[in-house]
């Protein structure tokens, strides 16, 4: 992100040094807003709908209700993608509930202005050589939180459990952690959703036991079946993670990657798995389909 971008701050483009929010905003003393994050392609915003539509579900979950209709939102987007001259990016949409005081209970009837924030820029979220080569993750020692208490629905501003398993990750020589939940269960990693492939057939954690269900993993799973793949959203555990044939990952930021080792074990031969490249080649070609 150069110097001189533009950000757009509550009904404002200004240059990125000069993007305030006040030191009251709730987002910033209690991770009270949600965000997403969108995919340029072209200067074109990829899955437009289903991330906007996403992102108003959110506001409806917290109860914050947003001053702005999906098609000024997205007007505002392309306005940012115009002015930075954009073409390949990330998009970074931001909601708080807005500025009050100290008090962790927010004023009744909404009467505070929600806070909206909008950051376009370029995005390299991992080098060349993972999607080349594979990249390597870990189980985290954190326990995914329970939809009963957050439901990962909702893309909070409260990242913290993330940010402390990615740490953990890098600090053991990984580029991603992977979430159990308090049963053992697998669930999905920091900022991706985890496949797995057995026996040619294709796994993945059902929705139900708390995990985002991602808007890339919608659109792979339809890929796959299209292909004619065996895809099966069902529960599993570590021990088939570690057996696996292949594992990938996927998210917004991501797109599809490979995970070629696991807590230091070789996924199969350690290298990205055919089936893995042929999805890989497949969400590419549909991202051109759809931006050029």
């Known amino acids: 992100m150069s110097n001189d971008s533009i950000v757009y701050v509550n009904g404002k483009y200004v240059h990125k040094n000069e993007a305030l929010v006040s030191v009251f905003d709730r987002g910033l003393l209690y991770g009270d807003g949600f965000f997403e994050g969108i995919r340029i392609y ?147 990693c920091t900022g991706d959703n985890i496949f797995i492939i057995k026996d040619s057939v294709i796994y993945t954690p059902p929705s139900y036991i708390g995990i985002l269900n991602g808007i890339t993993r919608i659109l792979v799973i339809k890929i796959l079946k299209d292909l004619g793949y065996d895809v099966r959203e069902q529960e599993f555990t570590r021990y088939n993670v570690y057996t696996a044939d292949e594992c990938f990952l996927t998210g917004t930021a991501a797109e599809v990657i490979g995970v070629v080792n696991i807590d230091g074990r070789y996924v199969n031969d350690g290298n990205v798995g055919t089936h893995t490249r042929i999805i890989m080649n497949e969400y590419k070609k549909y991202i051109d389909s759809v931006c050029n």
């Open 42 to 188: 072209n200067g074109k915003i990829f899955m437009c709908n289903e991330h906007i539509d996403r992102f108003f579900d959110s506001a409806k979950f917290t109860n914050i209700i947003l001053n702005y209709s999906k098609e000024e939102i997205v007007n505002i987007i392309y306005k940012l993608i115009e002015v930075n001259n954009i073409k390949d990016g990330y998009i970074r949409l931001v909601a708080t509930r807005g500025s009050y005081n100290l008090g962790l209970t927010p004023p009744k009837d909404n009467i505070i202005n929600p806070t909206l924030i909008c950051i376009v820029s370029d995005i390299t979220l991992y080098d060349k050589k993972f999607y080349d080569n594979g990249m390597s993750a870990v189980f985290s020692s954190f326990t995914r939180v329970s939809p009963s208490m957050l439901d990962p629905q909702c893309k909070s501003l409260n990242y913290l459990l993330n940010i402390l398993a990615k740490m953990e990750a890098g600090n053991r020589g990984a580029q991603e952690a992977i979430f159990l939940n308090s049963n053992g269960i697998v669930t999905e």
